[in-house]
């Protein structure tokens, strides 16, 4: 049986920064990866989101990544993660689906249906897409309509002529609604009012990821990073906005009826679709019999080495370090992540190879 020096668990940003790093510092791994091609969540992502839409994507560790052209998201950075994979010859496995991860006294079993690998240490870069989440609402199950969550927008035509109730405040609802607004009827719901911010910075990013660092050190589940930041106005949206689609907002309404939408004053929204654009959680289930989670019910994480802004290594388990989690879950944090990751991984099999002498 062989044993790895340690198991990647997903290929999207996170994971390849992680082993690129685990490359470089001569760490026998291997990345398990459960699509069927390069790309991680991006190929998933929907074909109206140009490169030029996105919030931008940072570079992957010795790669400039592809500028902010009009071309579609979902071909560009699939095709510049497959092009790096094969570039930097990191030794990635697909698909494979890890369905539980287990503990054997010193070593980690990763499971995948009938088949296992064995490994001294794990590095999770599951990302967060396969989890989307949809809040409940009495009255759900009753919709006549149609209920799409983000992870399966199909593009603003698919709705032309139809009533939207689009639910969130997050940046995806804020994309939705100005590529909706021109061609249906759209009204706005969101929990609490949304905090637009036009004077996003680096210091302002900087300050929001420390408030998701905070949540995730001390156990909690880590709040999206945008939660903390605010809503960049970019060009789209102040034309959106010009249009008046942003003013239509109402707070959250109380249940759902066959045909739309009531409030608990009464008031009703008849609607043909509920988009829910309630964002993701992450993808960890995997992980349950490691027993990671704090009774707070978020995975508590530490930093192992000097960068204080990146802690990676969970608390109950040093074999396990978690990438693009938490206050690590946008593309520059899941680069960093993957560093510290790898290094933390080298520091966790030196102490131990030392101990064992
Ligand atoms: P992913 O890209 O999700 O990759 C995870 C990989 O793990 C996938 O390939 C998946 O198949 C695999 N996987 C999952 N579970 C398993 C399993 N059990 N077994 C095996 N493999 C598994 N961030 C930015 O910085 N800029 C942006 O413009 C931006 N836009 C965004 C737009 C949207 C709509 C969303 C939802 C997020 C956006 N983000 C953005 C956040 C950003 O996408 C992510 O934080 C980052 O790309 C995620 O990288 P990742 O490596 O953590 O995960």
Redesign the pocket.
Known sequence: MHVYDAVV????????SASFHLTRLGIDHVV????DRP????QH?WDS?SMHD?????DLPDAPAPGGSRERANTVVPAWFGRYEDEHRLPVVRP????RVSDDGDLLVVH?GERTWTTRTLVN??????QPFVPYYPGAETFLGEQLH?ADYPGPEHFRGKRVVVVGGG??AVQFLGELAPRTDVVWVTRRPPVWRDDFDENVGRHAIGLVQERVREGLPPASVVSVTGLARRPQEQEAARLGVYERRRDMFARIEPDGVRWADGSFERADVILWATG?RP?VG?LAPLHLRSERGGIALLQSGADVQTATTAVRDPRVQL??YGPS??????NRAGRAAALAVRRFLSSHDAANV
Not at 9 to 16: D, F, K, N, R, Y
Not at 32 to 35: A, E, K, V
Not at 329 to 334: H, L, M, V, Y
């Open positions: 668990i997903g290929a999207g940003q996170a994971g390849l398990l990866d459960g699509n790309g991680g969540a991006w992502r989101l996105v919030h931008g994507v940072a494979v689906r890890v369905d995948a870069a599951t990302g967060t897409w396969t983000t940046a995806s993701f993808a995997h990438v693009g879950a946008s593309t520059i944090g899941g």
